[in-house]
């Protein structure tokens, strides 16, 4: 594997039964590298990021995170990624800070780095005030920040983002794409999912999933031309019309 390559997928597949949830997946990510993965509903790219984060196994094919392989290496593998959910994934009885000592104290963090990262965490997302608020009563955007900052809190490789900035307004995804792109340029390797087609536009390349299978990988710029496509919407809209499968 290159030096900078940090995810490599060759023919990655997952079979429910007779279904075939993801089918032959290969593609590879850079470090640093911001990297959209989309695909509409039952497409199967939760399935494979589930593969890629070793929550599940694959029924064929190969893959390496980080450099380590997902069939033999999967607790290596998790010491090297940070992941943030759609479901939001911080305590909601936890103050501010104690969230942050408690995934610091998970990533096996010293008192010392952790009080450090806490407090540029804290002054990053102007937080200073509500380090002992509980986070049930922050507003979604802020939630939706600070998990994604105690995600890459151990400074992972990779971090995997599973939609995360479903149901907030368009003025926070801005600001919660600010952090993705300082992470970016520290060399940590984002790995996005999302429905909303303009943040599609700030990856530096994306891939889109049709029926378990990649059907499109590139940048932007170059898919648009691709496809004769005003805007990544159209892009979606003109792959996704030849999906065979329902959703779910």
């Known amino acids: 594997m290159e030096e900078n390559t940090v995810i490599k997928v060759k023919n990655l597949t997952k079979q429910f039964g007779a279904f075939t949830a993801v089918d032959g997946i290969s593609f590879e990510v850079k470090k640093g590298e911001i990297f959209g993965f989309l ?16 929550l599940s196994y694959p029924t064929a094919g190969e893959a390496t995170i980080a450099g380590f392989d997902i ?9 090297e990624i ?11 009885d936890l103050t501010v800070g104690e969230n942050i000592r408690f995934y610091g104290g998970i990533y096996g963090l010293s008192d010392e780095l952790l009080e450090t990262r806490t407090e540029a965490i804290l002054k990053n997302l102007e937080l200073e005030n509500e380090r002992k608020t509980l986070v049930a009563s922050l ?5 939706q920040k600070l998990a994604f900052s105690v995600a890459v809190l151990h400074r992972p ?3 995997f983002l599973d939609e995360p900035t479903g149901g907030v307004d368009p003025i926070t995804r801005r600001k919660f794409w600010e952090l993705i792109y ?6 940590i390797t ?8 303009d943040e599609a536009e700030y990856c530096d390349r994306v891939s889109i999933m049709v029926d378990g ?8 710029a170059q898919l648009k031309v691709q496809l004769d496509a005003v805007d990544m919407d159209e892009v979606f809209l003109k792959l996704a019309r030849k999906a065979t499968r329902a959703d779910g």
């Open 39 to 54: 695909g509409a509903n039952g497409a199967g790219k939760t399935t494979a990021m589930r593969m890629l984060t070793g």
């Open 71 to 79: 069939y033999r290496d999967t607790e290596k593998i998790k010491q």
């Open 82 to 92: 940070g992941y943030m959910s759609q479901k939001f994934s911080l305590y909601e």
């Open 139 to 143: 507003p979604l955007g802020w939630k």
């Open 157 to 159: 490789q990779i971090v």
């Open 182 to 187: 300082q992470s970016a340029e520290e060399g």
């Open 190 to 197: 984002i790995f996005v999912t999302t429905h909303y087609m």
């Open 213 to 220: 299978r990649i059907d499109a990988l590139d940048t932007p």
